[in-house]
Nanobody, 123 residues
Framework: QVQLVESGGGLVQAGGSLRLSCVAS????????MGWYRQAPGKQRELVAS???????NYGDSVKGRFTISKDNAKNTVYLQMTNLKPEDTAVYYC?????????????????WGQGTQVTVSS
C-alpha cells in the first residue's frame, strides 16, 4: 500500500554533512507525522527528529543544533540535514510516517517504516 524510500546515507568524516531524504508513495489520503529514527549496533532505536502535520518539530537531545528536519508536503517527502557529524552518529537511519488512508469511505491511520539507510561517520 505505502512505501517509504530513504536515500542519502553514506560514509563521511567527522565534522562533515549529509542530507537524508524519505519519500512516501502509494495510496495516501494524508501524511501526518514524518520523522527519523536511528539504531546503532547493540543499542535501541531512538528518535532523531520528527515533524507533525503542522510542521511542529521535535529533536533528540544529542542532535539538537546540528540536525534539521524539513518536509515538502506536496511531495510527501521529509529531509534530514545533518551537520557537524560525529562518530557517535553512526547508525542505520529509519524514516517513519503515520499515514491516513481512505478505503471506501472508511478512514484509518497506519504507521510505516522505511528499510533504513546506513550513515557512517569516521573519526
Amino acid at each position: 500500500q505505502v512505501q517509504l524510500v530513504e536515500s542519502g546515507g553514506g560514509l563521511v568524516q567527522a565534522g562533515g554533512s549529509l542530507r537524508l531524504s524519505c519519500v512516501a508513495s502509494g495510496s495516501i489520503l494524508r501524511v501526518n507525522t514524518m520523522g527519523w529514527y536511528r539504531q546503532a549496533p547493540g543499542k535501541q532505536r531512538e528518535l532523531v527528529a520528527s515533524a507533525d502535520s503542522g510542521d511542529t518539530t521535535n529533536y533528540g537531545d544529542s542532535v539538537k543544533g546540528r540536525f534539521t528536519i524539513s518536509k515538502d508536503n506536496a511531495k510527501n517527502t521529509v529531509y534530514l540535514q545533518m551537520t557537524n557529524l560525529k562518530p557517535e552518529d553512526t547508525a542505520v537511519y529509519y524514516c517513519k510516517s503515520d499515514i491516513t488512508h481512505d478505503s471506501g469511505g472508511y478512514r484509518y491511520t497506519a504507521r510505516y517504516w522505511g528499510q533504513g539507510t546506513q550513515v557512517t561517520v569516521s573519526s
